[in-house]
């Protein structure tokens, strides 16, 4: 069975600084990662995801992730925070079929930005 | 692109009553749909994985007698909360696996499910 790690529960960012949001997973085979957003009281928006090739993956609204095998991560990083990225952020590791093609999740990181 | 729809968007019902929310594909048929369950300030719990024409895989601690799913087209998957309680109420969401080209997990808006 996979799982995913997300360390920090909260973090508050500066409007205009970078971000960077934790992720660790464990799963036996090569992972399937995804990075979703939640506004409160909404469903999930897909920000990016990796299934292979390039470790960098570019996603939506200027966020990137890095699949790192060695360290079992998959970082999320935006150069420049916007108040309206504040919402909740949660990294899901997706098993194959064998195992069900499972989505799990993290428990999530709630980031807020001040001005 | 891939869209899920979920119905209704919130619900309140008497204890001891029976809500039904639906999930559907619009654009894409989905054999293997999930149900997730999330609590106020917390994270999705994985319920259950509902298969088309089969049934559902049901997680450890979850009740698949109180948490009827069906999923009886390659679009629809159904979740009915039987005999609701108040400890029931939560905030139901839905995902969709699109398979092949454009892999991935669709999710539809989720389901506020207050019972009184």
């Known amino acids: 069975a996979q799982s995913v790690t997300q360390p920090d529960i909260h973090i508050t960012v500066s409007e205009g600084a970078s971000l960077e949001l934790r992720c660790n997973y464990s799963y036996g085979a090569t992972p399937y990662l995804f990075w979703y957003v939640q506004s409160p009281g909404q469903g999930l928006q897909l920000l990016l995801k990796y299934f292979s090739g390039d470790t960098l993956v570019q996603g939506i609204k200027g966020f990137e992730a890095e699949f790192k095998r060695s360290q079992s991560s998959f970082n999320l990083r935006k150069p420049s925070v916007h108040w309206s990225d504040a919402a909740e952020y949660f990294c899901?590791?997706?098993?194959?079929?064998?195992?069900?093609?499972?989505?799990?999740f993290g428990a999530g990181t709630i980031l807020r930005v001040k001005s | 692109g891939a869209v899920v729809s979920q119905h209704p968007s919130w619900v309140i019902c008497k204890s001891g009553t029976s809500v039904k929310i639906e999930c559907r594909s619009l654009d894409f048929q989905a054999t293997t749909m999930f149900w997730y369950r999330q609590f106020p300030k917390q994270s999705l719990m994985l319920m259950a994985t509902s298969n088309e024409g089969s049934k559902a895989t049901y997680e450890q601690g979850v009740e698949k007698d109180k948490f009827l799913i069906n999923h009886a087209s390659l679009t629809l998957s159904t979740l009915t909360v039987t005999s609701a309680h108040p400890e029931d109420s939560s905030f139901y969401i839905c995902?969709?696996?699109?398979?092949?080209?454009?892999?991935?997990?669709?999710f539809g808006s989720g389901t506020r499910l207050t019972v009184v």
């Open positions: 995902s969709a696996l699109r398979q092949g080209r454009g892999y991935g997990y669709t």
């Open positions: 899901a590791v997706g098993a194959t079929l064998e195992y069900g093609n499972k989505l799990v």
